[in-house]
């Protein structure tokens, strides 16, 4: 089976832009998960969806930055506009409570890479 | 307090020796823990979880859970080069509704021949 996927895997933007990145959950799962990674900061959740709603966004460091699912299969994390501060790596990990009980396994993508010159 | 703490390391252990990883948690009542491995620019890859107090074995990694001490630990026995790497605690708080994961720092293990 595929695990999560993520696209683009790398991103080099000038600040300003607007950057859209996407991620395909494993199937079946109804957990999605974006985390954002950096040397200083660690692995943060930045927001997380449960069956395309989103549940806690207490993440988001700040208005530029939007999560949509608009179904099961595809999300995506877009900032507008882009701050080198932004830059990281990005993650979307998905998980299943349906198939794992109550224990929330995440499984992470390959990550994007994020760098705002 | 943060949420999850880990000694940032470097842990630096022999080939062949038991790597000892450790973990603490504020949040009392959390429910279930995890251990990922993440490799340099690599994603974490879950290998352990544990959500009962005591050990759980699995190969060479043993996870262990102390909840009445807010402790979960990751042992590692006859560490390998291929073990280096860098290893995050993750918990389920019930703040959350046990559904999403809080992570600490990591702690970076590094195996030498």
């Known amino acids: 089976d595929a695990g999560v996927i993520q696209s683009p895997r790398h991103e080099v933007t000038e600040m300003g832009q607007e950057v859209t990145l996407r991620c395909k959950p494993i199937s079946g799962h109804d957990y999605l998960f974006w985390y954002r990674q950096t040397m200083m900061r660690g692995l943060e959740l930045l927001i997380y969806f449960n069956n395309n709603v989103p549940i806690d966004d207490s993440g988001m460091p700040e208005d530029r930055f939007s999560a949509k699912m608009p179904n099961a299969s595809f999300s995506t994390l877009k900032i507008q506009p882009s701050e080198p501060r932004d830059s990281a790596v990005y993650f979307c990990?998905?998980?299943?409570?349906?198939?794992?009980?109550?224990?929330?396994?995440?499984?992470f993508g390959p990550g994007t890479r994020l760098t705002v010159l | 307090q943060k949420e999850v703490e880990q000694n940032s390391g470097p842990l630096s252990v022999p080939e062949g020796a038991i790597a000892s990883l450790n973990c603490t948690y504020s949040d009392r009542v959390s429910q279930s823990f995890f251990w990922y491995r993440q490799y340099s620019g690599k994603s974490p890859e879950l290998i352990m979880s544990?959500?009962?107090?005591g050990d759980k074995e699995d190969g060479r990694f043993t996870a262990q859970l102390n909840k009445a001490s807010q402790y979960v630990s990751l042992l590692i026995r006859d560490s390998q080069p291929s073990d280096s790497a860098t290893y995050l605690c993750a918990v389920a708080p019930f703040s959350g509704g046990y559904n999403k994961l809080i992570f600490g720092a990591g702690t970076r293990l590094a195996v030498h021949p």
């Open positions: 544990i959500y009962s107090n």
């Open positions: 990990a998905s998980s299943s409570a349906r198939l794992a009980g109550d224990y929330n396994e995440q499984f």
